[in-house]
């Protein structure tokens, strides 16, 4: 009778903890190996997006933070590539994300070779880490097993303004599961990337009222945004790099660098330096050779963010629509 009740108590267990496994399942490294016949979906993955990186490295820019945008508004469910009149993709701080095209071709082709497998998510991550690796990143790996989301929402985005405070940052990124050090390595993606300059036009001549530059800006630099990037009267569509022009391309820690020298773009980006609680990160980021190997290991966490697994959200077939 003992034995008996202590194999029911087991066999409760294994059930309870198999529809845990189920229903929210787990991501797994090499995840689509056998499920879409003889192809291999990361190789696919990959191609396409050295194509396409050929052409326009400019697309490891879109692609970052299209992976930010997604992960940080419900989860990595790639809710924001779906269309619709109120969609997260219509929401202002998405308005000028790009590599939804990029998207679309991937997952053309793979629906061609194995319908209804791969998830638009698993898309997102797997194309981001192969674009951040053709700019600098060293090879890594990422888990697979996301599925999609049905909804989709412009009401839900609540992604961090420019001009968020360190310690609200610090809370946004620690109710996703990051903590301060991931943060601080996250925003290192603006080492590649732009800013339009009507992010920062009150930082560059209007700081907080004062008809003045932001005094904490590197006053020779102000010039150049001034004079050169972002002159009063030009066209909206002007724009920055985030990181010294140099290498705005590459994935590197010169954006540390930049910050350690009040060269910052968006208030975020040079408030990191000015909080004495991000500081010193900043400060070890810039004089460390070991930044893009600890960026893959932020991406990956970011990743991670609050998936669809097992048998909740779908497979969509056109990233654009639920099925
Ligand atoms: C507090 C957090 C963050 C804020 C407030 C923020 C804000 C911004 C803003 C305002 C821009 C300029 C957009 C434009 O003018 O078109 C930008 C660009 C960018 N952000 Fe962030 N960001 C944050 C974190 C992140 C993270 C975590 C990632 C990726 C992991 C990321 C990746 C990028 C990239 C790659 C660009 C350049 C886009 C381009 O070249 O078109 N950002 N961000």
Request: hydrophobic residues 40%.
């Amino acid at each position: 009778m003992k034995c008996s009740k202590a194999l029911k108590t087991t066999l409760l267990a294994i059930l309870v903890l198999d529809l845990v496994a189920v229903s929210h399942g787990r991501l797994r490294y090499s995840f689509y190996n056998g499920r879409c016949g003889q192809h291999n979906v990361e190789a696919i993955i990959q191609s396409i997006v050295k194509n396409s990186f050929t052409t326009n490295p400019k697309i490891v820019a879109g692609l970052l933070r299209l992976q930010f945008h997604d992960c940080a508004v419900n989860g990595c469910d790639a809710s924001i590539l779906l269309d619709g009149p109120d969609s997260e993709k219509t929401a202002n701080p998405n308005l000028s994300v790009f590599g939804y095209d990029l998207i679309d071709q991937i997952k053309v082709v793979l629906e061609a070779v194995c319908p209804g497998v791969v998830s638009c998510s698993d898309i997102i991550i797997a194309a981001t880490r192969d674009a951040t690796v053709l700019a600098g990143l060293p090879p890594f790996q990422v888990q697979m097993g996301r599925r999609d989301s049905l909804v989709s929402l412009a009401s839900n985005v609540n992604l961090p303004s420019p001009d968020i405070s360190v310690s609200n940052a610090i809370q946004f990124f620690g109710s996703k599961g990051l903590n301060p050090f991931d943060m601080v390595l996250l925003l290192g993606a603006h080492t590649v990337g732009v800013c339009h300059c009507s992010v920062i036009n009150d930082r560059l001549y209007n700081y907080m009222g004062t008809s003045k530059p932001d005094p904490s800006m590197n006053p020779s630099y102000m010039n150049v945004l001034q004079n050169h990037y972002c002159p009063t009267g030009q066209a909206d569509n002007n724009y920055v790099y985030l990181d010294d022009p140099s290498s705005a391309l590459s994935i590197d820690n010169n954006y540390y660098k930049q910050l350690m020298n009040n060269k910052g773009i968006l208030p975020i980006d040079q408030a990191l330096t000015l909080d004495g609680s991000t500081r010193w990160m900043v400060d070890l980021l810039a004089n460390a050779t070991d930044f893009p190997s600890l960026f893959t290991q932020a991406l990956v966490k970011l990743g991670r963010v609050e998936v669809l697994t097992g048998r909740r959200g779908q497979i969509r077939r056109n990233c654009r629509r639920i099925n």
